[in-house]
């Protein structure tokens, strides 16, 4: 599954790679430059990342779904106890 961005973030993007390069490596870097890293960075990185992303979305809806048994209980047959 290819990682698509829409045109504002891969802007953003862009621009912040073309500035970290010019602030951390001293060197100007072209949009052609910083377009040719963020691909490769979505290819190759992106891939690792969303698979986490999703485990740790996994293990979190799972955590929900244990705490329902204790949160969403009502005591069936309670009407005479309650009086």
Same mark, same amino acid.
């Given at each position: /599954?290819?990682?698509?961005? +829409? =045109?504002? #973030?891969?802007q953003?993007?862009?621009?912040?790679?073309?500035?970290?390069?010019? %602030? +951390?490596?001293?060197? %100007? #870097?072209?949009?052609? =430059?910083?377009?040719?890293?963020?691909?490769?960075?979505?290819?190759?990185?992106?891939?690792?990342?969303? +698979?986490?992303?999703?485990?740790?979305?996994?293990?979190? /809806?799972?955590? =929900?779904?244990?705490?329902?048994?204790t949160?969403?209980?009502?005591? %069936?047959?309670?009407?005479?106890?309650?009086?």
């Amino acid at each position: /599954m290819a990682i698509k961005l +829409n =045109k504002e #973030v891969e802007q953003r993007l862009l621009g912040s790679i073309q500035r970290y390069c010019a %602030e +951390n490596m001293d060197e %100007e #870097v072209g949009e052609l =430059k910083a377009r040719l890293l963020l691909d490769y960075c979505l290819r190759e990185i992106g891939p690792s990342v969303y +698979n986490q992303a999703i485990l740790d979305a996994q293990a979190a /809806m799972q955590e =929900k779904i244990a705490e329902i048994e204790t949160v969403c209980y009502e005591s %069936e047959f309670s009407y005479w106890t309650k009086k």
